[in-house]
Structure formats: structure tokens, C-alpha cells
């Protein structure tokens, strides 16, 4: 052994036991590493999961609160932006591409399928009171809100009206086509077997009378009372009833509200 080899071998002889030692800690340290990312990558995937779950959560709801609001017609406190509420008259005409799911009823009627249970109910109901409701009109197209409206024309100037004076009031007793609620699939109208004139002696019938007493626990209202014409821009026609769900039409019921006064109400205007 020099001199060079005396000076270096304690410092090599030290090393020896640090190497191990180092390789010992790299390891320690890569389990700490593996162990900390893989409780992280845990953490992270749980967290995940629950994120998952509870954006499911309130889908899940939605769609059931959809389904009992198709089924009720009854989707939480009234908005003017409600599909029930939907309001067509004269300054109101159908949204463009409105689409309505019919369901068909006895006799080539058909109706908004979201309204078909009550109505059933309804017509079930009036039956065993004894009465026999018939309905006469419901869901039409544009195409058959034209021929009415039309027909209706050629009705007044037949009468001597002008072709000017014949359209407006045509307007007054059948919707301009575009601003009718039986393009809506909401609205029926309903007369009693016994008498099917659509005229003011339908209030004094049985049916009518069953059903001004009785349609709102439905959600149906008489659409045009006699003491609203100058709101509704229609006249009185105790045959016209319109879907606007149960809370609502006991609302309007109780406060003797038409629908565009409802409709101001709960939309604070
Ligand atoms: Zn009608």
C-alpha cells in the first residue's frame, strides 16, 4: 500500500456502507412515492365516482319531475313560462315550430297526450254523475283552423257583411288561424248529447253546468267566461274549456282569473 493508496482507502472504505444505505433510501422514498400517488390517484377516482353520482342525481330527478309534470300537469309553482300556461289569442299567436304529441280520442278527437289523463278523469266523472258530455272539438291543425275560420267568413257575408267586417268578427267566434288554442292540443270543446248548438244555451245544460262547477279540479277552466270577452277577445262560449293543470286552474277558479289575467299575476306584470 503507497502513500496514495493510504490517503484514499479510508475515504473508499467509508463509501461502502453509504451505498446501500443511499439505494435503501431511493427505494423508501419510491414506495412513499408509489404508496402517497396511488392513495392521491385513489382519492382522485372516488371523488370522481361521487362527482358522477351526483351529477346523475339531480338528472334522475329532473327526469321524474318531467315525467310526474307530463302525467299531472303539475311541475312546482306556476310560471308564465309553463307549458300548461302557453298563451295564444289574437296578440299571441302559436310559437313557430310548436310541436304537440297527440293521443287520440274516441271519434277522430285527439289532445296533447299531457293532458289526456285529467281530461279522461274528467269526462269518466261527468258520465257518472249521470250526464253525457260529448266532445265536439279539440286538436286541430293549422289547415282545419283555416277551413273554420273560412267557413266562417263566407257565413257573415253571406249575411250582408264586407269582406273586411266578416273577418273581424269571424275573429271574434273563431281564432284567426295561428291564434287558436285548439292548435295547441289544449283545448276542447264540449257540449252536452242533448244539445250541441255552440251557442249561450249551452250554459243552462246539465253537462255545463256539471263542468263550470267541476272542470278546475281537473286543470281544465272555462276559457272564455261572459264577463271577460274584452280580455280574451272572444266571445263567451260555455263550451271551451283549456288545460292549464290543477294548481293553476284552481288558482284562476278561486280568484276568478282568465288566463291572461293568471298569467299576468304570476309573472309580476
Ligand atoms: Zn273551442
Request: hydrophobic residues 40%.
Amino acid at each position: 500500500m503507497n502513500r496514495t493508496t493510504r490517503r484514499f482507502a479510508p475515504r473508499r472504505r467509508a463509501l461502502r456502507p453509504v451505498r446501500p444505505r443511499r439505494r435503501a433510501l431511493a427505494r423508501l422514498v419510491a414506495v412513499y412515492i408509489l404508496v402517497v400517488g396511488c392513495l392521491f390517484a385513489g382519492l382522485r377516482l372516488a371523488d370522481g365516482a361521487l362527482a358522477a353520482q351526483q351529477d346523475e342525481r339531480p338528472a334522475a330527478q329532473t327526469a321524474g319531475q318531467e315525467a310526474e309534470a307530463r302525467k299531472t300537469g303539475y311541475d312546482g309553482p306556476s310560471s308564465a313560462g309553463d307549458w300548461n300556461l302557453v298563451l295564444i289569442n289574437r296578440d299571441n299567436p302559436l310559437p313557430e315550430g310548436y310541436e304537440v304529441t297527440t293521443a287520440p280520442l274516441a271519434g277522430g278527437q285527439a289532445v296533447d297526450d299531457r293532458c289526456l289523463a285529467d281530461l279522461q278523469a274528467m269526462m269518466d266523472d261527468c258520465r257518472a254523475a249521470g250526464l253525457e258530455p260529448v266532445i265536439c272539438s279539440s286538436y286541430r291543425t293549422q289547415d282545419k283552423q283555416q277551413e273554420l275560420f273560412d267557413e266562417q267568413v263566407r257565413i257573415l257575408e253571406s249575411r250582408g257583411l264586407s269582406e273586411g267586417e266578416a273577418r273581424a268578427k269571424a275573429g271574434t267566434s273563431v281564432a284567426l288561424p295561428g291564434t287558436s288554442e285548439h292548435q295547441l292540443g289544449l283545448a276542447v270543446d264540449i257540449v252536452d248529447a242533448r244539445n250541441q248548438l255552440l251557442d249561450s244555451s249551452q250554459e243552462s245544460m246539465p253537462v255545463q253546468q256539471w263542468l263550470m262547477a267541476n272542470s278546475w279540479s281537473y286543470g281544465f277552466v272555462l276559457r272564455y267566461p261572459s264577463d271577460k270577452s274584452d280580455v280574451t277577445g272572444i266571445i263567451y262560449e260555455p263550451w271551451h274549456y283549456r288545460y292549464v293543470g290543477k294548481p293553476a286552474a284552481r288558482e284562476m277558479h278561486e280568484a276568478g282569473l282568465c288566463l291572461e289575467e293568471y298569467r299576468a299575476l304570476v309573472s309580476g306584470s
